[in-house]
């Protein structure tokens, strides 16, 4: 980082935890607007990023409707999302491929969210929610309720957060020493990881061989089984906890700066931390009960947007575009470029994994 992009770091979050809304100079990339007590940041960089995978979201959408078994043109899908034609065309796109589009993009946003507040608050690129054992920890809760409880949505996704929660506060507890430290906290988060997805293989084990061989899919992270009914809950539920998002974000960009600066600014550390770690939690655990655990999202999309907008920190709301287009992308390819229909699940480790091995290649160059 450099010393001006440092000065108007600092610059702009002491505006923002002070709450006072006043326009700054921040070499014309940064600006602070104030709405009825809300301090936004906004940076034009990050705003074009934004704007080109928002086009990109839309052309996948796009193609998502027209590609399958029953090939639609573009004008068709047009005419069917306008009203103007009916039958079989509309059953296919209304209530089969555009719930199963839109949950990939809410649930890649939603992924990606969460992972840039984890980075941000551990201050480490390798702090993810798949990484550190969370969506294990959903996983878990969901076959605990699958197993012992039976199979409907609500009680999976009741599971689902249960399990994701209690994890995280595993993982918090067992990493917090005085203060919470990125390096403790992802290994930790790993240990944590291990010992569930044994856990996890225990139980599909002893399960009957066709709920095992639903939940073994499952847990490979896929959509084939969005539909609708479930689509739209879930996509509720995130768009519920992504508009809270304006709420921890002054506390999550204090604590980009360490827990002395922001404690210095007047921010509750511990609560802000708790707040943002809870946020992103029940992202996770929202999408892991309708899609189960899909890898790597959360890990590469924060650090794609970060080095393409050149921002000092993750800039959380492109972060989620650039995740939703990701998501998306990868279930195109799951779908219609890979000969034998897979998970997307299984596209986004070959892709993310890729990302990982160049990420930890270039961590260690750079420190070396």
């Not at 000065?7 to 006043?22: E, I, K, L, P, S």
């Not at 799951?334 to 034998?340: D, R």
């Amino acid at each position: 980082m450099t010393d001006r992009a440092a000065t108007d770091r600092a610059a702009t979050d002491r505006a923002v935890a002070a709450g006072t809304g006043r326009p700054l100079d921040v070499g014309r990339r940064r600006v602070v607007v104030g709405i009825r007590g809300l301090t936004v940041v906004i940076g034009l960089r990050s705003a074009l990023v934004g704007a080109a995978f928002f086009v990109a979201t839309l052309g996948f959408v796009l193609l998502a409707l027209t590609l399958g078994d029953f090939p639609l043109t573009p004008a068709e899908v047009v005419g069917v999302v306008t009203g103007q034609v009916h039958g079989l065309s509309g059953t296919v796109v209304l209530e089969w491929r555009l719930p199963r589009a839109l949950a990939a993009v809410l649930f890649g946003a939603a992924l990606a969210v969460a992972g840039g507040i984890f980075q941000t608050v551990a201050r480490n690129p390798l702090a993810s929610p798949d990484i550190i054992g969370l969506a294990n920890g959903s996983f878990t809760g969901m076959l605990v309720a699958l197993l012992a409880l039976g199979g409907s949505w609500p009680l999976l996704t009741a599971g689902s957060l249960i399990g994701g929660l209690l994890a995280a506060v595993l993982i918090y507890l067992l990493a917090y020493r005085g203060g919470l430290h990125g390096f403790r906290f992802i290994v930790v988060g790993i240990g944590i990881s291990a010992m569930l997805a044994s856990v996890n293989t225990w139980m599909l084990l002893r399960a009957e061989l066709e709920t095992a061989l639903f939940a073994s899919a499952w847990g490979a992270g896929t959509l084939n089984s969005v539909t609708a009914a479930t689509a739209v809950p879930a996509g509720l539920c995130v768009v519920l906890l992504l508009a809270l998002l304006p709420l921890v974000t002054p506390g999550i960009r204090q604590l980009d700066l360490g827990d002395d600066v922001a404690s210095a600014t007047g921010v509750a550390v511990g609560r802000a931390r708790l707040a943002a770690i809870t946020l992103a939690v029940c992202l996770v655990s929202v999408v892991t009960a309708v899609a189960g655990p899909i890898a790597f999202v959360a890990l590469a999309a924060p650090q794609i947007t970060r080095r393409l907008t050149r921002s000092p920190g993750i800039p959380l709301v492109t972060t989620g575009v650039v995740g939703g287009a990701l998501l998306l992308g990868s279930d195109l390819i799951a779908q219609h470029v890979i000969p034998l229909t897979v998970p997307v699940g299984v596209v986004t480790v070959v892709l993310g994994g890729s990302y990982l091995v160049w990420l930890l290649i270039h961590e260690s160059r750079r420190r070396a």
